[in-house]
């Protein structure tokens, strides 16, 4: 179907099909509708204009890493200071933004809030592996009843049979040196693609030998890690600590 012809068939101009491909338009949903309903999609074009729209409230940096973050068939991840976004008790988040956005409003980080804690839920068949540094739970952010509530959280996480963390004790001499957390992400088409956090935001890593030198490192922090039930014991450590 050419454009004008699927223009005639959505009753929209020629022009607005051909900036919806270019992508210098955005489609309304009524838009999406009426292109299922037209190519005889099956909902395919709502249900993407849906999960396009909820990375709204994410901030644009973010916004191809959450549409990726939806995509993937696995997530494993490192952290050395903070709790993963992905983890993190609405207090814990609530605190971490607005530290880093002392100019926005409460609305406005409320929102934040809502998108970041919200993105677990759409990955209830993801599976995912963390391997965090002991300091993430045992430095107090915000104030011990916080980190609590967050160390309560990821504990029902792991009971709850969503994730795996393993937990890098003070004492691991044989760890890797590293200055910054980072991401692999599993996609379906058989592609791995790499977030690398840093100061100014995140870099991006897919070519090949960076990607591979990255999943050695993850698999060598594993092995310096604690156990599951290791790390959840040495968790309730930490909890009782901040009492």
Known sequence: MTQLQLAKAMHVASPTISAFERGTRTPRREHSTKADAVLSTGGRLEQLWDELSDTRQIPE???DFAQLEQQAIEIREYQMALVPGLLQHP???RYILRQGRPSE???QVASLVKARTARLADLRHTPLTFVLEEMVFSRVL???EIMRSQIDHVMGLIDNRRIRVALVPFVAPLRPALSGA????NLPNGRIVVHIEHPGGLAV????AD???????FGLQQTE?????ASLDRMNEIRKALS
Do not use: Q
């Open 61 to 63: 940096s973010w916004r």
């Open 91 to 93: 207090d814990y988040a």
């Open 105 to 107: 409003t409460d609305e």
């Open 142 to 144: 915000g104030s011990p």
């Open 182 to 185: 980072y991401r692999i992400m």
């Open 205 to 208: 890593l897919s070519n090949s």
């Open 211 to 217: 990607v591979n030198r990255l999943v050695t490192l």
């Open 225 to 229: 890690a604690l156990s599951l039930g």
